[in-house]
């Protein structure tokens, strides 16, 4: 696969991410059980997700508890060719808390604010909301049927695999 071919496929699985404005999470409770859920998101020029949610979703436990997610976005089932290649990307991302005085967490709620809408202040003035950094350390992106990819996360290029 050219160069070329590979810098298509990172735009178009960074297309994919900047189409939804939620992702789904996976992560797993005190039993070892996997949850799954979701949860709107704001993404910087780092490559870091951040979500605001509270700690009585059982997912902000899980994520405070064992500092890890998974997250996924995929393509809606209406624009699918197939349902079984629909296409999508996963990361495997470090969940870090950020602590209400930081320098950086009004930096961070005004941004979801402006991409998020105003029910972002509301929920800054409830004391059960949480500001979570989603650092990815490990990502892969399926544009369909024998086309899988390793995103370099640090890069966000992708490997053809």
Not at 45 to 65: C, K, P, R, W
Not at 76 to 85: K, Y
Not at 116 to 133: K, V
Request: aromatic content about 8%.
């Amino acid at each position: 696969m050219s160069d070329a071919d590979l810098k298509e496929q990172a735009v178009a699985y960074q297309a994919l991410i900047q189409q939804q404005q939620t992702m789904l999470l996976s992560t797993v409770n005190e039993q070892g059980e996997a949850e799954s859920s979701y949860a709107p998101y704001i993404r910087d020029e780092d490559g870091v997700f951040y979500i605001y949610v509270s700690e009585l979703a059982s997912h902000t436990q899980n994520m405070l508890q064992h500092g890890k997610a998974s997250v996924l976005f995929i393509q809606s089932e209406n624009q699918a060719s197939n349902l079984f290649a629909r296409e999508r990307v996963t990361f495997q991302c470090a969940v870090k808390e950020i602590q209400a005085n930081a320098e950086i967490y009004p930096v961070q709620l005004s941004k979801m604010k402006q991409c998020l809408g105003e029910t972002i202040e509301l929920l800054a003035g409830l004391s059960d909301f949480h500001l979570l950094a989603l650092q990815p350390v490990s990502g892969r992106y399926i544009k369909g049927f024998g086309k899988a990819y390793t995103v370099d996360v640090t890069s966000g290029q992708v490997l053809h695999n």
